[in-house]
């Protein structure tokens, strides 16, 4: 496979090093957020400087979280293609498993989620709100039913391109 992204460079699992902590997505906001903050449209709460599932506080400033901006944006910071012979064999069974990792990941970090599953000619392509999700499905897919793994980075605007073929 070539690369075909513009923008994006291949580039090997093991050398994505982004560190213990989760890196903070910084997707539209522009300014320091007030504590507590909380997103009107989710519920998700700012509590020592990052997003989480808490009891909304009662006085909070409200601001959109950026998981919800991008989706409001339909502005995606991950991308996953699915695609090969073995995927349509097996599609609603590999479109479980990446629900339920969808589920695991927003359940400890909020920014994570699926934002669209999207049908293309021969795959099908998975849009998300973060980029650990988008690495966390082709991995999850590559130690499940092995195929073939890509990932390509766009380290400038922090995107990243999943493809996963079998
Ligand atoms: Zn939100």
Known sequence: MKTRFAGFQPIRPDRLIWGQEYRHD?????????????????????????????????????????????????????????????????????????????????????????????EQDDSILITTTGIHLARGIGEALHHAYKGELEFHYNEQENLLRVVWER
């Open 26 to 118: 910084a997707y539209k906001s522009k300014h320091k957020l007030p504590e507590p903050t909380v997103c009107p449209q989710c519920g998700a709460v700012v509590h020592e400087g990052r997003w989480q599932w808490l009891p909304r506080p009662a006085q909070a400033h409200e601001e959109l979280c950026p998981a919800c901006h991008r989706i409001h944006d339909e502005c995606p910071a991950g991308f996953v293609t699915i695609g090969g012979t073995f995927f349509k064999e097996h599609r609603d069974e590999l479109l479980h498993q990446v629900r339920n990792d969808e589920a695991r990941a927003k359940a400890e970090h909020p920014l994570e989620r699926i934002i669209k599953i999207e």
